[in-house]
């Protein structure tokens, strides 16, 4: 199986920036899909970014232009860097792996200060 483990989430003011890293272990499929989702309280949990095994991104439109996922297969480690953060992008952010079926991670929480 695979685990996975987010970090890097915080407290942080409007206009400010954040970089998340999800480390992945165990039986690891090269051609996976990996990607950051996030839920708010009381929301539903939604795509931010995802990113193939050769750098093919998805953003969702909130956070294009802002926001920018990586992946760095050595390491078996993907990134998603935040700028210019709204108080709307407080969340709790969960790293996702999918390949004959959806992985996640436990989450690491994001709060945007106004």
């Known amino acids: 199986q695979v685990q996975l483990v987010e970090s890097g989430g915080g407290l942080v003011q409007a206009g400010g920036s954040l970089r998340l890293s999800c480390a992945a272990s165990?039986?690891?499929?090269?051609?996976?899909?990996m990607a950051w989702f996030r839920q708010a309280p009381g929301k539903q949990r939604t795509l931010v970014a995802r990113?193939?095994?050769?750098?093919?991104?998805v953003y969702a439109d909130s956070v294009k232009g802002r926001f920018l996922i990586s992946r760095d297969n050595a390491k078996n480690t993907i990134y998603l860097q935040m700028n210019s953060l709204k108080p709307d992008d407080t969340a709790v952010y969960y790293c996702?792996?999918?390949?004959?079926?959806?992985?996640w991670g436990k989450g690491t929480l994001v709060t945007v200060s106004s």
């Open positions: 165990g039986s690891i499929k090269s051609g996976a899909y």
């Open positions: 996702n792996y999918f390949w004959n079926a959806d992985v």
């Open positions: 990113i193939s095994v050769n750098g093919i991104t």
